[in-house]
């Protein structure tokens, strides 16, 4: 089967850092768009960041400027570098991507299985 493993999360004071990583695993043909979405308990889980197969990038607003999105698709690995962290940043952090097992298949999103972020004073 094909696994998503997240890292990254952590506590962090606002204006902090932190770089989340998302790792594909298993029988994987081809990837297409990755993502990072974020849900507050609550609260519908939101696209925070997108990039395509061929490198285009898309934001939330309330992130640009502070967020950057980067793949490398050797390693079926997707990135969120998250600069000056506000408080309202928190809440679980979730990669998605886009994913063909066999030639011709249809793509499935698959998720990983979160990893928490807090920023707190």
């Known amino acids: 089967q094909v696994q998503l493993v997240e890292s990254g999360g952590g506590l962090v004071q606002p204006g902090g850092s932190l770089r989340l990583s998302c790792a594909a695993s298993?029988?994987?043909?081809?990837?297409?768009?990755m993502g990072w979405y974020r849900q507050v308990p609550g609260n519908q889980r939101e696209l925070v960041a997108a990039?395509?197969?061929?490198?285009?990038?898309n934001y939330a607003d309330s992130v640009k400027g502070r967020f950057t999105i980067s793949r490398d698709n050797a390693k079926n690995t997707v990135y969120l570098q998250m600069n000056s962290l506000k408080p309202e940043d928190t809440a679980v952090y979730y990669c998605?991507?886009?994913?063909?097992?066999?030639?011709?298949?249809?793509?499935?999103?698959?998720w990983g299985q979160g990893t928490q972020v807090t920023v707190s004073s």
């Open positions: 998605n991507f886009v994913i063909t097992i066999a030639k011709g298949g249809y793509g499935y999103t698959y």
């Open positions: 990039i395509t197969n061929d490198g285009r990038t």
């Open positions: 298993g029988s994987i043909f081809s990837i297409g768009a």
